[in-house]
């Protein structure tokens, strides 16, 4: 459940041998999870629309950009997260897209 945490609370992402400092285990192991995680949250389960209280953010993504723009008007991707929440602001479903 940590492992999990640490991957969806990340703003820039976890590289695998974070993950295993964080948790203490071989990097083999970290690596294999973080695998695994990543196949779970490209799984496109989601085909209703999102309704209630909906969270939304965006990130860009990319390599270092030295010299140019940081944020907005940069040349990295931009992707952007939705994310519905419950009652007591669990997420009940997510919509990631790269715009």
Do not use: H, W
């Not at 196949?39 to 950009?65: C, F, H, M, R």
């Amino acid at each position: 459940m940590f492992a999990i945490y640490l991957f969806v609370s990340s703003q820039s992402g976890i590289s695998g041998t974070q993950l295993a400092y964080e948790l203490e285990v071989n990097v083999k192991t970290a690596c294999s999870l973080l695998r695994t995680l990543r196949a779970i949250a490209d799984i496109e389960n989601t085909k209703e629309l999102l309704s209630g209280y909906i969270d939304i953010d965006a990130a860009y993504l990319g390599g270092i950009d030295r010299g140019n723009k940081r944020g907005r008007g940069s040349n990295k991707q931009t992707v952007l997260v939705a994310q519905e929440l419950e009652k007591g602001k669990y997420p009940r479903q997510s919509v990631y897209d790269a715009i």
